[in-house]
Structure formats: structure tokens, C-alpha cells
């Protein structure tokens, strides 16, 4: 059974916005579940983008601090990630993840042209 399935991913030129969209059962957050955006460009090591606690706290990396959102839609039942000012190096496969459970889905791709 497919638990996460990412959308909304495309291409931009620098500067850019886009809002990837996550959905399925395993976003449906219990009061421990971490949920969280990944990220791995080509030929690179997958690293962390963002998480959202069930609370509502959020952390970023260091590399997207001030430019990506990372925020759950309690009406559609997803998790979403907003990100501005893209840049280049922000090309990637993004992808989300319950970490309690190690759901993930297929990823995305996110294209930053200059």
C-alpha cells in the first residue's frame, strides 16, 4: 500500500516559487510522528530539508532557513513544503517522509534554471 505520494514539483528559474504537496495515509501525524522533506540531487548524499512535530514545531536546514515553509493542511490532510527564492543548488528529488513509521514516498523533481 502507497503511503506517501509527493505532487506539485516542476521547473522555475532562480527565484522562483513552487509548493510540493504530500498525501496519503502515512501523513495522518500521531502525537509522536515527525514528518519531514528530504532532498538529493544528482550524485549527491540525500540530506534533510524541513520537519513538522505533531505540535506544530518546525526545523530547518541551514541551507533553505528563510526560504522554505514547511506547514501541514489539516482540511486536505497533507504536508506541503513552500519554497521561495529558489536557487540552482536547490535542484533535487524532494522527498517526504514519516520518520516514526519510515513511510516515504516516490519523490519529485524540483528544476531551478538560472
Known amino acids: 500500500q502507497v503511503q506517501l505520494v509527493e505532487s506539485g514539483g516542476g521547473s522555475v528559474e532562480t527565484g522562483g516559487s513552487l509548493t510540493l504537496s504530500c498525501t496519503g495515509p502515512?501523513?495522518?501525524?500521531?502525537?509522536?510522528?515527525?514528518l519531514m522533506w528530504h532532498r538529493q540531487a544528482l550524485g549527491q548524499r540525500r540530506e534533510w530539508v524541513a520537519r513538522i512535530r505533531a505540535d506544530g514545531t518546525t526545523v530547518y536546514s541551514e541551507a533553505v532557513k528563510g526560504r522554505f515553509t514547511i506547514f501541514k493542511d489539516g482540511a486536505k490532510n497533507s504536508l506541503n513544503l513552500r519554497m521561495d527564492n529558489l536557487q540552482v543548488e536547490d535542484t533535487a528529488v524532494y522527498f517526504c517522509?514519516?520518520?516514526?513509521?519510515?513511510?516515504w514516498g516516490q519523490g519529485i523533481q524540483v528544476t531551478v534554471s538560472s
Open positions: 517522509n514519516n520518520l516514526l513509521w519510515d513511510y
Open positions: 502515512g501523513v495522518t501525524a500521531g502525537e509522536g510522528d515527525i
